[in-house]
């Protein structure tokens, strides 16, 4: 291989996570050249309708995938949210980096918080778990569809479309807007998407030479958490058609994960948590799982 190349897509989140991973590999394999394929996919072309509407998130990833498959790309690089629980087709994910940030971020240019927030404000969030925390939250609040890229959402929040947005910590940090966080939403009370702040490499699964170039860039501790959110959705069959939220930590020699199914409509929440062995965080995930089904997380999962 003379140059790797991998798929990204155009936004300039996806850009800083290809060229993040480029760096990391450059340092890892010293005379190794590295160039990103930039691509325009259906998820970031569709801006005004919810993904959920659209097909789901999987659609960020399937022109990345073609690109692998034709030959025009080595692998590519997504944020592991966005990365749906089952690959299709001959890929595998060789490497998730060490995660950033995974908690949610409140943004806003007049007011603090949600508390703070004045009754009936307009919050932009196309995520149907952040709208079903906020509405478990403040019911009084209008929630307004956001879509687009990090700039674009803060953008319209400046032109005064919103009094307050939800966007991920790891995203605006990643950018440089670390300035406009002004109140972080995590556990126990706010619960993040699935794998929120990691960013994992994909390839083909049958690639060996590429899955041993990557395993430096393997952060084990973020696959230990992130597999046991995943394992949960996965056995809820979870999407971002329904609104699942978790997060994993490690405390000593076990992993405790906090589960979250919600209805975007009335802010109804059930919540769920248990302890497991480090070795086996699939188990963990779907005893998860199975404690908010036995809740009747089914109704709001039809």
Known sequence: MTILRIATRKSPLALWQSEHVADRLRDAHPGLAVELVPMSTRGDEVLDRSLAAIGGKGLFLKELELAMLRGDADCAVHSLKDVPMELEGPFALPAILARADHADAFVSNLHAGIDA????????????????????QR???????????????????????????????????RLGFAARIRARLDAPHWLPAPAQGAVAVECRADDPAMHALFAALEDTPTRICVEAERAMNRALHGSCHVPVAAFARREGDDLVL????????DGQVLRAEARGPLADPDALGRRVAARLLEQGAGAFLA
Do not use: F, M, W
């Open 139 to 173: 019911p009084d609040l209008a929630l307004v569809d956001l879509r687009g890229n990090v700039n674009t959402r803060l953008a319209k929040l400046d032109a005064g479309e919103y009094d307050a947005i939800i966007l991920a910590c790891a995203g605006l940090e």
């Open 258 to 265: 906090s589960g979250l199914v919600g209805s975007a409509q």
């Open 117 to 136: 927030l004045p009754h009936g404000s307009r919050v932009g969030t196309s995520s149907l778990r952040r709208q079903a925390q906020l509405r478990a």
